[in-house]
């Protein structure tokens, strides 16, 4: 990765908040994050790029946002004017653009692609606060976890802390469509997808090696399996998900270990009743329920794909990396009516 050895220089927030500049700003995440950049009390956006669309006007692309700015897309990198990036490219881009640019060292990077979600030479910290917090205080380039890696790690990892994953995982998570990007596909259209359901990459998706990493923080997995089936939901945004643990734990004591393990979580909470998908969708909240049957554990969770299981993680992210309160730019309602 290439950087430049500048001197760090004051947040050019001194001129008005964080200055930002977003790539791959022409998809669905990169439209979702204009939305919650240009409601943010502490950031400007000061480029939004796209090669493909410069010189247009963001709102002719994310039409959703027609009125609330007058941004253009530009194929220009004005890093000398930003305090942090944020990389919506799709996978395996993110590499190659560092690779390839010159970043200053003094500019933070949030990369939403899957390329440095894994330990390996680089300085990337994995972005789920609610595992790594204090590391994302002080990170310089973060991570950003996968939508179906976050719904189903925040469902394990107090298992994983009370020592209670032994054995094998069975996981079954549906998404929106959102979640296989903008570019029209076979399976993404709204003439296949509405009323439809299927399955794709089970027991192989590439959100598993982010998982185990993850847990096995709190509890090495030895042989145990994550054994993952994700559906396609007939739907545009969230993740519902359930995973089942085997475990002679009382239920009892479970449920108060989910509680204290995200007593402290900004957007994370325990639910006692059971869960549906609109107390989620278009909010960063994740939410988490148990119930006990026999020695199954079965719990549930369900979060936005685009907000908690991507930009509103992002932006959160960017909140403590500034020293910003978490919620700053994430006070959303939830589209339960």
Same mark, same amino acid.
């Given at each position: !990765?290439?950087?430049?050895?500048?001197?760090?220089?004051?947040?050019?927030?001194?001129?008005?908040?964080?200055?930002?500049?977003?790539?791959?700003? /022409?998809?669905?995440?990169?439209?979702?994050?204009?939305?919650?950049?240009?409601?943010?009390?502490?950031?400007?956006?000061v480029f939004a790029h796209s090669e493909s669309n410069a010189g247009n006007l963001v709102s002719d692309?994310?039409?959703?946002?027609?009125? %609330?700015?007058?941004?253009?897309?530009?194929?220009? !990198?004005?890093? #000398?004017?930003?305090?942090?990036?944020?990389?919506?490219?799709?996978?395996?881009?993110?590499?190659?653009?560092?690779?390839?640019?010159?970043?200053? /060292?003094?500019?933070? +990077? +949030?990369?939403?692609?899957?390329?440095?979600?894994? =330990?390996?030479?680089?300085?990337?910290?994995?972005?789920?606060?609610?595992?790594?917090?204090?590391?994302?205080?002080? /990170?310089?380039?973060?991570?950003?976890?996968?939508?179906?890696?976050?719904?189903?790690?925040?469902?394990?990892?107090?298992? /994983?802390?009370?020592?209670?994953?032994?054995? #094998?995982?069975?996981?079954?998570?549906?998404?929106?469509?959102?979640?296989?990007? $903008?570019?029209?596909?076979?399976?993404?259209?709204?003439?296949?997808?509405?009323?439809n359901m299927s399955i794709y990459k089970p027991f192989t998706h590439q959100h598993l090696a982010e998982?185990?990493?993850?847990?096995?923080?709190?509890?090495?997995?030895?042989?145990?399996?994550?054994?993952?089936?994700?559906?396609?939901?007939?739907?545009?945004?969230? +993740?519902?998900?359930?995973?089942?643990?085997?475990?002679?734990?009382?239920?009892?004591?479970? +449920?108060?270990?989910?509680? $204290?393990?995200?007593? %402290?979580?900004?957007?994370?909470?325990?639910?006692? =009743? *059971?869960? %549906?998908?609109?107390?989620?969708?278009?909010?960063?909240? *994740?939410?988490?329920?148990?119930?006990?049957?026999?020695?199954?554990?079965?719990?549930?969770?369900?979060?936005?794909?685009?907000?908690?299981?991507?930009?509103?993680?992002?932006?959160?992210? !960017?909140?403590? !990396?500034?020293?910003?309160?978490?919620h700053c730019g994430l006070r959303l309602k939830a589209s339960a009516f």
């Open positions: !990765m290439k950087t430049n050895n500048t001197t760090s220089s004051p947040l050019r927030g001194d001129r008005g908040g964080l200055s930002v500049g977003v790539f791959g700003a /022409a998809g669905y995440t990169g439209g979702e994050l204009i939305r919650l950049l240009l409601n943010h009390p502490e950031a400007e956006i692309v994310h039409e959703g946002l027609l009125g %609330d700015t007058d941004l253009r897309f530009t194929d220009q !990198m004005p890093f #000398d004017k930003v305090d942090v990036v944020f990389f919506c490219f799709g996978h395996g881009k993110s590499e190659a653009f560092l690779k390839e640019h010159t970043v200053p /060292a003094n500019v933070k +990077i +949030i990369d939403l692609a899957q390329d440095f979600r894994i =330990k390996g030479e680089h300085d990337f910290v994995y972005g789920l606060p609610e595992l790594n917090r204090e590391a994302i205080t002080t /990170a310089q380039h973060v991570a950003n976890p996968g939508c179906f890696a976050t719904a189903i790690q925040l469902a394990l990892l107090p298992a /994983a802390k009370m020592g209670l994953v032994n054995d #094998d995982v069975s996981v079954n998570a549906i998404t929106g469509s959102t979640g296989a990007g $903008q570019k029209p596909g076979a399976t993404t259209h709204f003439s296949w997808r509405a009323d998982i185990r990493q993850s847990l096995n923080q709190l509890q090495p997995l030895g042989e145990a399996s994550i054994d993952f089936i994700p559906y396609r939901g007939p739907f545009a945004r969230g +993740i519902f998900c359930t995973a089942v643990v085997k475990t002679d734990a009382p239920v009892e004591a479970i +449920i108060e270990g989910y509680k $204290q393990f995200y007593a %402290d979580a900004a957007f994370t909470h325990y639910s006692d =009743k *059971a869960l %549906d998908l609109k107390q989620v969708v278009n909010t960063n909240k *994740a939410l988490v329920h148990c119930e006990k049957y026999g020695q199954k554990l079965l719990i549930t969770s369900c979060i936005d794909n685009l907000l908690k299981g991507a930009v509103g993680q992002a932006v959160q992210n !960017m909140n403590l !990396m500034h020293g910003l309160d978490e």
